[in-house]
């Protein structure tokens, strides 16, 4: 179940994500959201080895965050790579 909840949390993060960090993106907002589903795992297993993000089951708020966060950063690395 914690892999389907990253996965939903993901698509989450992604959209808000493209809503933090507007902008024309080369992918568009699939490869938002896949970047979004992409932060939300690289975000959650960092979250989770360190204590913050709570556990990987959960709807928390921690888990939102970390999510966001880690979706904002690949989304970032993103553009800066595209450019």
Excluded: E
């Excluded at 568009?28 to 080895?49: D, E, M, N, W």
């Excluded at 709570?54 to 970390?66: E, P, Y």
Aim: charged letters at 10%.
């Amino acid at each position: 179940m914690g892999i389907l909840t990253w996965i939903v949390l993901g698509l989450v993060a992604g959209i808000l994500a493209k809503w933090i960090m507007p902008g024309r993106d080369p992918g568009g907002l699939i490869v938002t959201t896949l970047i979004g589903i992409a932060g939300a795992f690289v975000g959650g297993y960092l979250g989770t080895v360190t204590g913050f993000g709570g556990s990987v089951s959960d709807f928390s708020l921690g888990s939102v965050v970390t999510a966001v966060i880690g979706a904002l950063v690949l989304l970032a690395l993103y553009r800066l790579i595209k450019k």
